[in-house]
């Protein structure tokens, strides 16, 4: 991201996120935060998740998959098991060191809300 705003010669941005996207901003905070104005990040926290439940699914998807012969699919299961080889650590910066105006929030249907 910031070899993007780098690019476009942005000085400094407001960051917006849902998941994965929320996950990126949380990044910029902890690597970039003298570019970052304020974030708006949903569907996510910066707590750690275990996503043992996901690899597990993929495995079982992936035996399946070898049982029928390996049909062809439109993405690597080998690639996506990779993908997926350990748990996310958490965002790479805490709570009390988020120095700019930050908006998080999930749904009660949200996967993180807690």
């Given at each position: 991201?910031?070899?993007?705003?780098?690019?476009?010669?942005?000085?400094s941005?407001?960051?917006?996120?849902?998941?994965?996207?929320?996950?990126?901003?949380?990044?910029?905070?902890?690597?970039?935060?003298?570019?970052?104005?304020?974030?708006?990040?949903g569907?996510?926290?910066?707590?750690?998740?275990?996503?043992?439940?996901?690899?597990?699914?993929?495995?079982?998807?992936?035996?399946?998959?070898?049982?029928?012969?390996?049909?062809?699919?439109?993405?690597?299961?080998?690639?996506?098991?990779?993908?997926?080889?350990?748990?996310?650590?958490?965002?790479?910066?805490?709570?009390?060191?988020?120095?700019?105006?930050?908006?998080?929030?999930?749904?009660?249907?949200?996967?993180?809300?807690?």
């Open positions: 991201m910031i070899a993007v705003i780098d690019d476009l010669k942005i000085a941005v407001h960051l917006a996120g849902y998941s994965m996207g929320a996950a990126m901003c949380f990044s910029m905070l902890a690597y970039a935060s003298d570019r970052i104005l304020s974030v708006a990040a569907g996510a926290h910066l707590k750690p998740k275990d996503l043992s439940w996901v690899r597990d699914l993929v495995k079982q998807g992936l035996m399946e998959w070898e049982a029928a012969g390996r049909p062809e699919v439109p993405i690597s299961p080998v690639g996506l098991l990779a993908i997926l080889n350990a748990d996310e650590v958490g965002a790479p910066i805490k709570p009390d060191e988020i120095a700019v105006p930050t908006l998080m929030y999930s749904g009660t249907l949200d996967l993180h809300y807690e």
